[in-house]
């Protein structure tokens, strides 16, 4: 690199232009150098309009300011402030170090920017429209901005380093024929990743990014037509939120300027209706959905505080995902619109709170949960155990007790013990149907009459019934006695109640010769009672295991 102009003077040889020799006086002044019009359709980068040469600045000229830029006058310090030009050529400051603050705004570059591997401090780029920025492996001290630019190409930051906030809110970014239109894994990010509102056109790939703040996605419209993701971002780790979330009223975001010292706030969960009553998706109130035309996929991240796709609207092919395996994280607040097609994918994930609604899971064979844990259930609106049943039952196409059982100890630890039994009780009958035909009867006959084991007063009740039912047949019927000398007063409930008993000795059954008719029922109320004896302690067995 060769050493800074002394002078002040720029090379003879540059022939700056009078807009050039503008923009060399104002960052030496460390003010602002406008070529903008004042008419908005004028000023568009984005416009068809030809911008001529008094709007036009070399990219030679920029390049050789933020590299080898002249002292700034006395009592002022240096930057390049720009805004409404037009860079003409490529501007390359890879491998560079830039010094000074860069502004550029509502600027249309001719080529790619490329910063490949440069070294700068904070760089904000606003309105602006390029063809592609290659940024991989480059770094700022600062935050980068590119807030409300298009980027028809697409933008690299693999393995970037920013050092405070990266912006990306309102950009409209295109992948230019490429599968990826932000190919960032590696990215560090010392804080906050913002990019509400931006619309892409192609793969977002953030694998193994490390974000010092958090994500933020409110209302960003994400589609890939052409890959299988939309959103790539395995093994992502995030220090506080994410949030892929309902954009409006209640929702803040930054678009420019600096980050608020207290943070981007979390988004007020379900919007509700405005007082003008129209819905809360109306675009006539601004409120904007996060949109995902294309797979997710979030496998392996970590997330300090909370991760929340709340309202979004996906639209998956068939073997397209939202995945989300082995996520941990604090709390999950699951509560998108139902999607018709695809899955979703929380296999070996690890949360705390798990906030969903009824209406967002998967309702037919589009949900895998196979080792997911959560410590408890915060339903968004009524989720009666019924529906929770079914969500379970959708989760496991081929029975697997992993889902029920953990779905019964967050009832149970919650104090809903009666739920929890029901629960365990639809285990044993979904359990039921991969049996042999007699483990399928035996477990129809404990399901019949102790619910296997969870519900033992069925148990109490049958006992009851044919303790009644032997009693009264016995009452007319006494049976001749085994010792005609030697015999129990007879009591029909007595003897009704030893042959019931398999374990207990009355004095009863062993006294009396039952014939005929009452022989059978004789042997009908032991066979009864060696069954109930024996689904209770199967059930009882269950119970104690369990606890």
């Known amino acids: 690199m060769s050493e800074p102009l002394t002078d002040g003077e720029p090379p003879a040889e540059l022939r700056l232009t009078t807009a050039e020799w503008g923009l060399w ?20 980068p984005g416009g068809d309009g030809p911008w001529g040469p008094r709007r036009t600045i070399r990219a030679r000229v920029v390049a050789l300011l933020l590299l080898h830029g002249p002292p700034p006058l006395l009592g002022r310090v240096a930057s390049l402030s720009l805004a409404g030009a037009h860079i003409s050529g490529r501007l390359d400051l890879s491998g560079g170090r830039v010094g000074v603050y860069v502004e550029l705004t509502q600027c249309r570059f001719e080529e790619e920017l490329l910063l490949t591997e440069a070294r700068m401090g904070t760089v904000r780029l606003l309105d602006c429209r390029l063809p592609r920025l290659e940024a991989a492996r480059a770094g700022t001290d600062g935050d980068l901005h590119l807030a409300r630019c298009t980027v028809t ?75 299988r993701y939309a959103l790539h971002a395995p093994e992502m780790h995030v220090a506080r939120f994410a949030h892929c ?29 405005g007082p003008d009553g129209r819905p809360a998706d109306s675009p006539a109130r601004g409120v904007k959905r996060f949109q995902c035309t294309g797979g997710l996929k979030l496998d392996d991240g970590r997330f300090g505080d909370s991760l929340v796709v709340d309202q979004a609207r996906f639209t998956l092919r068939r073997g397209q995902e939202i995945s989300l395996r082995r996520v941990q994280t604090p709390e999950l607040c699951f509560t998108p619109e139902r999607p018709e097609e695809g899955r979703v994918v929380l296999s070996g994930a690890t949360v705390g709170n798990l906030v969903d609604s009824v209406d967002s899971w998967p309702v037919r064979d589009g949900l895998w949960m196979a080792g997911f844990s959560y410590d408890q259930l915060i339903p968004v609106g009524p989720f009666p155990l019924a529906r929770r049943l079914a969500w379970l039952a959708t989760a496991t196409p081929e029975y697997s007790p992993g889902p029920y059982e953990q779905l019964a100890t967050v009832l149970r630890n919650g104090g809903e013990d009666a739920e929890a039994r029901r629960v365990l009780l639809a285990k044993q009958r979904r359990r039921r149907e991969t049996l042999s035909p007699v483990g399928k009867v035996w477990g129809h006959l404990q399901d019949w009459t102790v619910a296997y084991g969870y519900r033992p007063g069925l148990a109490a009740l049958w006992m009851a019934v044919l303790w009644l039912a032997g009693a009264l047949f016995f009452a007319g019927r006494r049976p001749e006695p085994l010792e005609q000398d030697k015999y129990p007063h007879w009591n029909a409930a007595v003897y009704a109640l030893d042959l019931l008993l398999p374990v207990i000795d009355l004095g009863h059954d062993r006294a009396w010769n039952p014939a005929g008719a009452g022989q059978w029922v004789a042997v009908g109320l032991v066979l009864a009672g060696w069954v109930l004896a024996t689904t209770v302690a199967a059930g009882a067995t269950r119970m104690l295991r369990r606890q």
């Open 25 to 44: 006086q104002a960052f030496r002044n460390g003010s602002r150098h406008d070529l903008r019009t004042g008419d908005p359709a004028l000023d568009d």
């Open 153 to 227: 190409e697409g933008i690299r930051l693999t393995d970037a380093s920013i050092g405070t906030d990266l912006l990306l809110n309102e950009a409209t970014v295109g992948s230019g024929g490429r599968t990826r239109a932000i190919a960032a894994d590696g990215l560090t990010v010392g804080q906050d990743l913002q990019a509400s509102l931006l619309m892409c056109d192609g793969e977002v790939s953030l694998r193994g990014a490390q974000i010092g703040g958090s994500l933020y996605l409110y209302g960003s419209v994400l589609r890939n037509h052409r890959g």
């Open 245 to 273: 979330a309902t954009s409006g009223p209640g929702t803040a975001y930054v678009a420019q300027g600096v980050t608020p010292p207290g943070g981007v706030p979390s988004p007020p969960g379900h919007l509700p209706p």
